[in-house]
């Protein structure tokens, strides 16, 4: 159980992603592929298979406008990049993603995931700015929003 994958969890996602194809639901395919990309880079059984879905996920041009699609989409992204060490691909993707949060206001939210991806990303991309070299850069990422926004970002 690597990662608090469950043995089945493969087979849950292969499933709902054809019940999803099948009945048209094109965004929830995205959110799937998304997890399906990150599942096959984190487990590392094929990472270059987990990179197809990922890169599959833009191909849904009415999930691009769509940030409760793209903000989960950018979080499985950026958090493959981190597994995989392309830090460099997370400084150019999560100013995108909090870009796409700070502007629909929902710093707050947590896209169906169990760590708020506002934070997580801010955090993320300071972190590896600093990792690339620019540590002047990293620490003002890494410290970028005020800490009396944190309370309401962890969930109880």
Wanted: charged content about 25%; glycine content about 10%.
């Amino acid at each position: 159980r690597r990662l608090g994958f469950s043995e089945d969890y493969l087979a849950l996602l292969l499933e709902a992603e054809a019940l999803d194809e099948e009945l048209g639901e094109d965004k929830k395919r995205v959110r799937v592929r998304s997890v399906l990309g990150f599942y096959y880079i984190a487990r590392g059984s094929d990472p270059q298979l987990g990179w197809d879905y990922l890169d599959s996920c833009v191909g849904y041009p009415e999930s691009i406008q769509d940030v409760a699609v793209l903000v989960p989409v950018g979080y499985d992204l950026c958090t493959s990049c981190l597994v995989s060490g392309d830090w460099k691909r997370i400084n150019r993707t999560a100013p995108t993603i909090i870009g796409l949060i700070e502007g629909s206001r929902t710093q707050t939210e947590f896209y169906d995931r169990h760590i708020n991806p506002y934070s997580y990303l801010l955090a993320m991309w300071g972190v590896t700015t600093g990792a690339c070299g620019d540590f002047v850069q990293g620490e003002s990422r890494f410290f970028q929003m005020p800490l009396w926004q944190w309370g309401p970002l962890f969930r109880p």
